[in-house]
């Protein structure tokens, strides 16, 4: 008995320690959706980073056009950030996110932010509150309306441009948004990787600026007059607010802050700058280093590495970003000779870049990095890379059919273009009665 | 061998109670022992949230520098970035204690935080349970840096620099640290009547804006006010104000929840569309009247973040929309209403500031719901219509107290010092005669 | 010699160097000037409401020719700045001394 007693005791501590690990699971398990206070600060400042990129885009667009241009180039952007933030709100992200239809759509349950409250939704991210989830994918969908708006700056009619981004907003991105991030998306489920967009935002964006500036045609003048840009450093700066927005746009995609955060930052910014590197030799080696260029590049490296930030190595980025922008060097290059006024070369940028991105993720993607993600060609598995071309080759496809089909509609009913004289004028005076600069 | 089973299962019954009780008492202790536990996340956010509040205050000085003519340019930059400095002092060594210090007969903080005495690492749960309060300071010292900031667009382009200086400090002292402590001070007595203001609508945007009236009554019109064009002379850069601005909002209004979490995503989300809709409401009105205004949609969507802040913790998305289209619309037309009476208030601090603060704060009282935030109250709308009439004195009160104080203090200044530069230092520009610089070559 | 002094349009100045030069006149000085005639200034918008500006931007291009291009210099500028509107611009013709270029001491024609 002297013996059996401290067994018996031993028996029972034993068996309450399990029944407490089991209880004490079960209340983590309850506890799931608890909302972390890092994870949700971290997805708060990233929210807040994109948001900056947003009007960054509009200085770094802003800087590469006619002076008399300057504050309508701006001004896309900033209607946009307006104009989106509200459609969000009111429909786009039940759209993009709200459940399923048939893998296609989302259906209209969170119509007005209707039941996205301030508990967490497992679905896309257990630990911070889905209000915060929503924001955070809020300024994606901005943001990839105003990627668009350097295929046709300097000439489009500013109500014309207003109709066309509520409606591109709707038709193309919260479809496509659907299909690879929402729960059951059929892009999703065939298993597409896209960390942060690259084929959900610079896919879809520079196809359809393509789409639109054929639609649209070239600036007066284009190709015979010089088309000048008016302040590159209001370009740098919108590059270095984009560089510096992109942490959060990449990092924050992990929608927590940890380990997976930290190695998005880290190949975003390797990415970012083996591009930047890669470009400014490019230039040099046709001329001179060129500082628009160099911003230029660090751009496309950015958008090369959005899709894989989640998945690749710092090396891989390397790779990604220097390829990248020798294929974006040549594409802008090719879009020039075939002159075509793509303006500002969103094809040649998000839609080339994010392309490629999304290629090289199904190349060098690896569950070392991202146990959730899947291993890529260089790790044995050449299903991904088919995958994620036939992803990209949906987007191209869908994107530029339906931009193609909504900008002639608006041509024939609203008109794109403003007259010959107000474009000669500028559209600042013209559209908006206004001076950039005194 | 039934007793002996039975025996066993009592025991083991008592060592699984033993164990749960053990269980409940150590959970317990540690609860406690975290009730004034630093919280990681939620420091972390109020640190990044102080580091956006301080981005706007330069941004003020851009967004204010674009509207003036480039002679000015300099010195309209220059106020946000020296009351940077000086208010950081001043709120260092006797400005929190003001503000936030044990209550004084409701109306002041006493001095017992002089210098930071007693403000340190610890959290001070009667504001912030999980941060240090040294966080909770800085947060708070950014709010009043950036409401002096603000009242700068009532006297642009023609101040003289030394007025300027002497009134900057005076007005954080004589009225703004009484107010941030009648509204959020415990112990304050616009709080203790139940006055909800979650970022500062009151205290910010009402009190700056209204003092920027009463200065500007006193230091009187530019030169050629009404007769020659005053140009904006870079429209670029004041929009690159207001993208600073809007960013830093996100840390102003959601940074005010002094947590990370669902309060701080609610405010950050409400923040967003409600600048939205004002932006939008703004072009549309520009628009009706001649053209869509790239200054105009700028400034629209600064007036609709004034106007949220008062109500960024205590209203619903859908809410935010209406609060910052209203907003937009009664700003527009205060606007008009200021020009049309040849009122020289420079930038309008009045129009959006004034008019959007107080708007927000009566909307409060109107929009305000329990369901967003258990520790406010429902306003007209959730069946409680005497919140609306809180809000209504508060702002009242606020309106008075500013406007009198700052109009016998500009009196003052100009009665000793000299509010104005000379005529012929204006026609030159304060650039070059109140700094000797020139902003472009 | 002759110098022609031409007021245009800002947005004209491609178009208007394009058809000089196919006339075989390179050299030019360009100047953005501010100005005012029967086109009168413009109204820009303020963040509410509106303010007038009483000048409006032009370019002034100065060139020197031989007398021989007057004419063909004169129906290349027009056939460009021309919309008939006001605002269009003006000519002016003025007679010139001499000519000196500075990297070679040429004077005269020799210096065009």
Not at chain 1, 252 to 271: D, H, K, R, Y
């Given at each position: 008995?002297?013996?059996?007693?401290?067994?018996?005791?031993?028996?029972?501590?034993?068996?309450?320690?399990?029944?407490?690990?089991?209880?004490?699971?079960?209340?983590?398990?309850?506890?799931?959706?608890?909302?972390?206070?890092?994870?949700?600060?971290?997805?708060?400042?990233s929210?807040?980073?994109?948001?900056?990129?947003?009007?960054?885009?509009?200085?770094?667009?802003?800087?590469?056009?006619?002076?008399?241009?300057?504050?309508?180039?701006?001004m896309?952007?900033?209607?946009?950030?307006?104009?989106?933030?509200?459609?969000?709100?009111?429909?786009?992200?039940?759209?993009?996110?709200?459940?399923?239809?048939?893998?296609?759509?989302?259906?209209?349950?969170?119509?007005?932010?209707?039941?996205?409250?301030?508990?967490?939704?497992?679905?896309?991210?257990?630990?911070?509150?889905?209000?915060?989830?929503?924001?955070?994918?809020?300024?994606?969908?901005?943001?990839?309306?105003?990627?668009?708006?350097?295929?046709?700056?300097?000439?489009?009619?500013?109500?014309?441009?207003?109709?066309?981004?509520?409606?591109?907003?709707?038709?193309?991105?919260?479809p496509?948004?659907?299909?690879?991030?929402?729960?059951?998306?059929?892009?999703?489920?065939?298993?597409?990787?896209?960390?942060?967009?690259?084929?959900?935002?610079?896919?879809?964006?520079?196809?359809?600026?393509?789409?639109?500036?054929?639609?649209?045609?070239?600036?007066?003048?284009?190709?015979k007059?010089?088309?000048?840009?008016?302040?590159?450093?209001?370009?740098?700066?919108?590059?270095?607010l984009?560089?510096?927005?992109?942490?959060?746009?990449?990092?924050?995609?992990?929608?927590?802050?940890?380990?997976?955060?930290?190695?998005?930052?880290?190949?975003?910014?390797?990415?970012?700058?083996?591009?930047?590197?890669?470009?400014?030799?490019?230039?040099?080696?046709?001329?001179?280093?060129?500082?628009?260029?160099?911003?230029?590049?660090?751009?496309?490296?950015?958008?090369?590495?959005?899709?894989?930030?989640?998945?690749?190595?710092?090396?891989?980025?390397?790779?990604?970003?220097?390829?990248?922008?020798?294929?974006?060097?040549?594409?802008?290059?090719?879009?020039?000779?075939?002159?075509?006024?793509?303006?500002?070369?969103?094809?040649?940028c998000?839609?080339?870049?994010?392309?490629?991105?999304?290629?090289?993720?199904?190349?060098?993607?690896?569950?070392?990095?991202?146990?959730?993600?899947?291993?890529?060609?260089l790790?044995?598995?050449?299903?991904?890379?088919?995958?994620?071309?036939?992803?990209?080759?949906?987007?191209?496809?869908?994107?530029?059919?339906?931009?193609?089909?909504?900008?002639?509609?608006?041509?024939?009913?609203?008109?794109?273009?403003?007259?010959?004289?107000?474009?000669?004028?500028?559209?600042?005076?013209?559209?908006?009665?206004?001076?950039?600069?005194? | 061998?039934?007793?002996?089973?039975?025996?066993?299962?009592?025991?083991?019954?008592?060592?699984?109670?033993?164990?749960?009780?053990?269980?409940?008492?150590?959970?317990?202790?540690?609860?406690?022992?975290?009730?004034?536990?630093?919280d990681?996340?939620?420091?972390?956010?109020?640190?990044?949230?102080?580091?956006l509040v301080?981005?706007?205050?330069?941004?003020?000085?851009?967004?204010?520098?674009?509207?003036?003519?480039?002679k000015?340019?300099l010195?309209?930059?220059?106020?946000?970035?020296?009351?940077?400095?000086?208010?950081?002092?001043?709120?260092?060594?006797?400005?929190?204690?003001?503000?936030?210090?044990?209550?004084?007969g409701?109306?002041i903080?006493?001095?017992?935080?002089?210098?930071?005495?007693?403000?340190?690492?610890?959290?001070?749960?009667?504001?912030?349970?999980?941060?240090?309060?040294?966080?909770?300071?800085?947060?708070?010292?950014?709010?009043?840096?950036?409401?002096?900031?603000?009242i700068?667009?009532?006297?642009?382009?023609?101040?003289?620099?030394?007025?300027?200086?002497?009134?900057?400090?005076?007005?954080?002292?004589?009225?703004?640290?009484?107010?941030?402590?009648?509204?959020?001070?415990?112990?304050?007595?616009?709080?203790?009547?139940?006055?909800?203001?979650?970022?500062?609508?009151?205290?910010?945007h009402?009190?700056?804006?209204?003092?920027?009236?009463?200065?500007?009554?006193?230091?009187?019109?530019?030169?050629?006010?009404?007769?020659?064009?005053?140009?904006?002379?870079?429209?670029?850069?004041s929009?690159?104000?207001?993208?600073?601005?809007?960013?830093?909002?996100?840390?102003?209004?959601?940074?005010s929840?002094?947590?990370?979490?669902?309060?701080?995503?609610?405010?950050?989300?409400?923040?967003?569309?409600?600048?939205?809709?004002?932006?939008?409401?703004?072009?549309?009105?520009?628009?009706?009247?001649?053209?869509?205004?790239?200054?105009?949609?700028?400034?629209?969507?600064?007036?609709?973040?004034?106007?949220?802040?008062?109500?960024?913790?205590?209203?619903?998305?859908?809410?935010?929309?209406?609060?910052?289209?209203?907003?937009?619309?009664?700003?527009y037309?205060?606007?008009?209403?200021?020009?049309?009476?040849?009122?020289?208030?420079?930038?309008?601090?009045?129009?959006?500031?004034?008019?959007?603060?107080?708007?927000?704060a009566?909307?409060?009282?109107?929009f305000?719901?329990?369901?967003?935030?258990?520790?406010?109250?429902?306003?007209?709308?959730?069946?409680?219509?005497?919140?609306?009439?809180?809000?209504?004195?508060?702002?009242?009160?606020?309106?008075?107290?500013?406007?009198?104080?700052?109009?016998?203090?500009?009196?003052?200044?100009?009665?000793?010092i000299?509010?104005?530069?000379?005529?012929?230092?204006?026609?030159?520009?304060?650039?070059?005669?109140?700094?000797?610089?020139?902003?472009?070559? | 010699?002759?110098?022609?002094?031409?007021?245009?349009?800002?947005?004209?100045?491609?178009?208007?160097?394009?058809?000089?030069?196919?006339?075989?006149?390179?050299?030019?000085?360009?100047?953005?000037?501010?100005?005012?005639?029967?086109?009168?200034?413009?109204?820009?918008?303020?963040?509410?409401?509106?303010?007038?500006?009483?000048?409006?931007?032009?370019?002034?291009?100065?060139?020197?020719?031989?007398?021989?291009?007057?004419?063909?210099?004169?129906?290349?500028?027009?056939?460009?700045?021309?919309?008939?509107?006001?605002?269009?611009?003006?000519?002016?013709?003025?007679?010139?001394?001499?000519?000196?270029?500075?990297?070679?001491?040429?004077r005269?024609?020799?210096?065009?």
């Open positions: 008995m002297g013996l059996k007693i401290p067994k018996m005791r031993f028996k029972h501590i034993f068996l309450a320690v399990i029944l407490l690990a089991v209880l004490t699971n079960g209340a983590f398990a309850a506890e799931e959706p608890k909302i972390d206070t890092g994870d949700t600060a971290w997805v708060l400042i929210t807040a980073l994109v948001m900056l990129m947003i009007p960054a885009v509009g200085l770094f667009y802003g800087g590469m056009v006619r002076k008399k241009n300057a504050l309508s180039t701006i896309f952007s900033f209607a946009i950030l307006a104009l989106i933030s509200v459609q969000w709100v009111l429909f786009g992200y039940s759209l993009a996110f709200g459940h399923d239809v048939a893998g296609v759509i989302g259906n209209l349950d969170w119509i007005g932010l209707n039941g996205v409250g301030q508990a967490p939704n497992a679905d896309y991210a257990a630990t911070i509150p889905s209000m915060a989830f929503m924001m955070f994918q809020a300024m994606f969908a901005v943001i990839t309306v105003v990627l668009i708006t350097g295929a046709f700056v300097e000439r489009i009619k500013f109500s014309a441009f207003l109709v066309f981004s509520f409606l591109w907003a709707t038709l193309v991105y919260d496509v948004a659907h299909w690879v991030w929402g729960a059951g998306g059929w892009l999703r489920n065939m298993g597409t990787l896209d960390f942060a967009g690259g084929i959900v935002v610079h896919v879809s964006a520079g196809v359809s600026a393509v789409a639109i500036a054929l639609v649209i045609g070239a600036r007066k003048g284009f190709g007059h010089t088309m000048e840009p008016h302040s590159i450093p209001l370009t740098v700066i919108g590059a270095m984009l560089w510096f927005g992109w942490f959060g746009f990449n990092g924050g995609s992990a929608v927590a802050s940890g380990g997976l955060a930290v190695n998005a930052f880290v190949v975003t910014n390797t990415g970012g700058a083996a591009a930047a590197l890669t470009w400014m030799l490019l230039s040099w080696y046709h001329k001179k280093p060129s500082v628009l260029g160099t911003a230029t590049g660090g751009i496309v490296g950015l958008a090369a590495v959005t899709p894989a930030s989640g998945f690749v190595t710092p090396l891989a980025a390397i790779v990604i970003g220097s390829v990248a922008a020798v294929i974006s060097y040549y594409a802008m290059l090719f879009r020039m000779k075939r002159n075509i006024d793509e303006s500002l070369d969103v094809w040649a998000h839609g080339i870049g994010g392309a490629w991105g999304a290629i090289a993720t199904g190349i060098f993607a690896t569950t070392l990095v991202n146990p959730a993600g899947a291993n890529g060609l790790y044995g598995n050449s299903g991904l890379l088919v995958t994620q071309i036939i992803a990209v080759a949906v987007t191209w496809i869908y994107a530029f059919a339906v931009t193609f089909i909504l900008a002639k509609v608006i041509d024939v009913t609203i008109g794109l273009r403003v007259g010959e004289e107000e474009e000669a004028v500028g559209l600042d005076v013209s559209q908006h009665a206004e001076k950039a600069y005194s | 061998m039934d007793i002996i089973k039975s025996i066993r299962n009592i025991i083991r019954f008592k060592h699984f109670f033993l164990a749960a009780i053990l269980l409940a008492v150590l959970t317990d202790a540690a609860y406690a022992a975290e009730t004034s536990k630093i990681t996340g939620d420091t972390a956010w109020m640190l990044i949230s102080s580091a301080m981005l706007m205050i330069p941004a003020v000085g851009l967004f204010y520098g674009g509207m003036v003519r480039k000015n340019a010195s309209t930059i220059m106020f946000s970035f020296i009351i940077l400095a000086l208010i950081s002092v001043q709120w260092v060594l006797f400005g929190y204690t003001l503000a936030f210090g044990h209550d004084v409701g109306v903080g006493n001095l017992d935080w002089l210098g930071l005495n007693g403000v340190g690492q610890a959290p001070n749960a009667d504001y912030a349970a999980t941060i240090p309060a040294l966080a909770f300071m800085a947060f708070q010292g950014m709010f009043a840096i950036i409401t002096v900031a603000l700068t667009g009532a006297f642009v382009e023609r101040i003289k620099f030394s007025a300027f200086m002497v009134f900057a400090l005076l007005w954080a002292t004589l009225v703004y640290d009484p107010i941030a402590h009648w509204v959020w001070g415990t112990g304050g007595w616009l709080r203790g009547m139940g006055a909800l203001d979650f970022a500062g609508g009151t205290v910010v009402v009190s700056s804006g209204i003092s920027a009236l009463a200065i500007a009554f006193v230091i009187g019109a530019r030169k050629g006010f009404g007769k020659q064009p005053m140009e904006p002379h870079n429209i670029p850069m929009v690159l104000g207001a993208i600073l601005l809007w960013f830093g909002w996100f840390g102003f209004n959601a940074g929840a002094v947590a990370s979490g669902g309060l701080a995503a609610s405010a950050f989300v409400v923040t967003n569309t409600a600048a939205g809709a004002a932006a939008l409401t703004w072009t549309l009105l520009s628009w009706y009247h001649k053209r869509p205004s790239v200054l105009g949609t700028a400034t629209g969507a600064v007036v609709g973040l004034v106007a949220i802040t008062p109500a960024s913790g205590f209203v619903t998305p859908l809410a935010a929309i209406a609060i910052g289209a209203i907003a937009a619309v009664l700003s037309y205060a606007m008009l209403f200021r020009m049309k009476r040849n009122v020289d208030e420079s930038l309008d601090v009045w129009a959006c500031h004034g008019i959007g603060g107080t708007w927000g009566i909307a409060t009282g109107i305000a719901t329990t369901l967003v935030n258990p520790a406010g109250a429902n306003g007209l709308l959730y069946g409680n219509p005497a919140q609306l009439v809180i809000q209504i004195a508060a702002v009242g009160v606020t309106w008075i107290y500013a406007f009198v104080v700052t109009f016998i203090l500009a009196k003052v200044i100009d009665a000793t000299g509010l104005r530069v000379g005529d012929d230092e204006e026609a030159v520009g304060l650039d070059i005669s109140q700094h000797a610089e020139k902003a472009y070559a | 010699m002759k110098k022609i002094e031409a007021i245009i349009r800002p947005e004209n100045l491609d178009g208007i160097r394009i058809a000089l030069q196919e006339k075989g006149i390179i050299g030019m000085t360009v100047s953005e000037v501010q100005g005012r005639g029967r086109q009168k200034g413009v109204c820009l918008q303020w963040r509410a409401g509106e303010y007038c500006i009483e000048f409006l931007e032009k370019l002034k291009l100065d060139m020197i020719v031989d007398d021989k291009d007057v004419e063909p210099a004169i129906a290349a500028i027009t056939q460009v700045a021309k919309t008939g509107r006001n605002g269009d611009g003006k000519i002016f013709i003025y007679p010139v001394e001499d000519v000196v270029r500075v990297s070679t001491g040429e005269g024609k020799e210096a065009i």
